[in-house]
């Protein structure tokens, strides 16, 4: 793989929060342990900042949210059902508007009324949704675009 490749590679192992040593980490790029250490510097250059701890159990680690796009391999390509609605939902994460939606509960067979803070379009199972916070759970949740029976955007801002 190209050196681009491989540090964004780099990056998204470390994005699990979980500890890596610089052996683990060029083992699973297939590169040298100085390799590693070169694609560290070059996100430092990024203003990605890689925690590193010395010493036998040491390693490197993220102490920060770093948000990448989704990797969809080609053979895993997605269609969207509902253009409308993802489209609708992408202007209002780049706009930071609230929407109002009215959603099929499968688990509980019926229609409940929300007003969310969506953050990222995604996919979930084979099937494209929406990482939102609900306003009437008070948490994040993750909606399925197909099930969504109206969709509208709020003037209200987060």
Request: proline share 3%; net charge positive; aromatic share 12%.
């Amino acid at each position: 793989m190209s050196k681009l490749s491989n540090t964004i590679t780099l990056l998204r192992l470390l994005q699990n929060g979980k500890k890596y040593s610089i052996k683990e980490l060029s083992e699973l790029l297939e590169v040298s342990p100085r390799m590693i250490r070169e694609y560290k510097k070059e996100l430092e250059y990024a203003g990605i900042y890689i925690e590193s701890i010395r010493g036998p159990y040491g390693g490197y680690y993220l102490n920060q949210n770093i948000k990448l796009p989704e990797k969809i391999q080609k053979h895993d390509r997605v269609p969207i059902d509902n253009k409308e609605y993802y489209n609708l939902i992408s202007k209002s994460i780049s706009n930071r508007n609230k929407c109002y939606i009215e959603y099929y509960s499968k688990e509980h067979d019926k229609i409940t009324k929300r007003v969310i803070r969506p953050y990222e379009l995604i996919v979930l199972d084979k099937e494209w949704g929406v990482a939102a916070y609900c306003e009437n759970k008070q948490e994040i949740r993750h909606f399925y675009l197909n099930r969504i029976n109206k969709f509208e955007i709020l003037e209200e801002k987060y």
